[in-house]
């Protein structure tokens, strides 16, 4: 079975511009959650999306923006991009609407210039 | 809110040896599951071993146990014969059991670097 896959892998924006990330999770799965990760601030929640629906969001403005397809994939959006935007970001699925164990995709990393 | 804290940013063995890796989390819940991940240089964030906080008895995967210490808050992670493919960084995450909660919080990471 396929594992979570993530386009574009590696991404070069200027200040102002907006992004669109995308995450198609493994077979099956319906959860699709996203994180960023930088050196200064690690890890950190950004949503969750579970049958089309956002049911977390963390603690990220109103700039950071997804949603779900039918299919279970994921797309987040980024507008009028930072410099602190520069990250990586991942995307996990899990199988289950309940807490359950999430499995990454290989990221994108973001560069803001 | 819950916490979780990993106190040594680096560690470094040798191969064939056994290292062990701390992290301790704060929550108020009963009910929870803890993971560590590991993350080579490639970034892939991979999934270790995962214990329920229901379960009295210790997660293991092959060469990963976990010591779970549900009344101090503690969840350390042993690596017995450690191998080069183990160097990584190594993130402990808390997911709360609670209903349509799929938030994971990580730990700031530890730094661990097998040496031949």
């Known amino acids: 079975k396929a594992g979570v896959t993530q386009t574009p892998r590696y991404l070069i924006k200027t200040r102002g511009q907006q992004v669109t990330l995308s995450c198609s999770p493994i077979s099956g799965h319906r959860s699709v959650s996203w994180y960023q990760q930088t050196p200064g601030q690690g890890l950190q929640f950004l949503f969750e999306y579970f049958s089309e629906t956002q049911r977390n969001k963390g603690n990220f403005p109103g700039r950071f923006s997804g949603r779900q397809f039918s299919n279970s994939r994921s797309e987040m959006n980024v507008s009028t991009l930072e410099l602190g935007d520069s990250a990586l970001y991942l995307c996990?699925?899990?199988?289950?609407?309940?807490?359950?164990?999430?499995?990454f995709g290989p990221g994108t990393r973001l560069t803001v210039l | 809110a819950q916490t979780v804290t990993q106190s040594q940013p680096e560690m470094s063995v040798q191969e064939a040896e056994t290292v062990t890796l701390s992290c301790t989390y704060d929550?108020?819940?009963?009910?929870?599951?803890l993971f560590w991940y590991k993350q080579p240089p490639s970034r892939q964030m991979i999934l270790v071993i995962r214990?329920?906080?229901?379960?009295?008895q210790n997660a293991t995967e092959n060469r990963f146990s976990v010591n779970f210490q549900k009344a101090a808050k503690s969840f350390s992670l042993k690596i017995s014969d450690s191998q080069l493919g183990d160097t990584a960084m190594y993130f402990c995450a808390f997911l709360t059991d609670l209903q349509g909660a799929q938030k994971l919080v990580f730990g700031q990471g530890t730094r661990l670097t097998i040496n031949p």
């Open positions: 929550t108020s819940e009963n009910n929870y599951y």
């Open positions: 214990q329920e906080a229901y379960k009295q």
């Open positions: 996990a699925s899990s199988l289950l609407a309940s807490p359950d164990t999430q499995y």
